[in-house]
């Protein structure tokens, strides 16, 4: 198994940047697909970026495409996501989530295993 630990959420302003980081444990991340989730207050929980083995590929919401990067380092069992140009709709509580599959995937039940999140709040 492989546990998640996110990092990096704060309080931010409109229009800045965070860079949120997922430190996995228990076993090397480089055979499991990565994902970003975020989930809003009354809302579900929707895809944000996803990330294959290598990092070869990635996929992205509409909502936050040209604005967020996910990367992955292996080497440091770490994944990442910067988010630039930071809007109050972004506001949520992010997650990372892994998946024992090479295929990206966008919904929430194609992951095995979850971070608890971090706490982002964009201020207008």
């Known amino acids: 198994q492989v546990q998640l630990v996110e990092s990096g959420g704060g309080l931010v302003q409109a229009g800045g940047s965070l860079r949120l980081s997922c430190a996995a444990s228990g076993r090397s991340i480089s055979i499991y697909t990565m994902g970003w989730f975020r989930q809003a207050p009354g809302k579900e929980r929707e895809f944000v970026a996803g990330?294959?083995?290598?990092?070869?590929?990635?996929d992205y919401a509409v909502s936050v495409k040209g604005r967020f990067t996910i990367s992955r380092d292996n080497a440091k069992n770490t994944v990442y996501l910067q988010m630039n140009s930071l809007k109050p709709e972004d506001t949520a509580v992010y997650s990372c989530a892994a998946r024992g599959g090479p295929d990206l995937r966008r919904s929430p039940s194609d992951y095995g295993y979850w971070g608890q999140g971090t706490q982002v709040t964009v201020s207008s």
């Open positions: 990330i294959s083995w290598r990092g070869s590929n990635t």
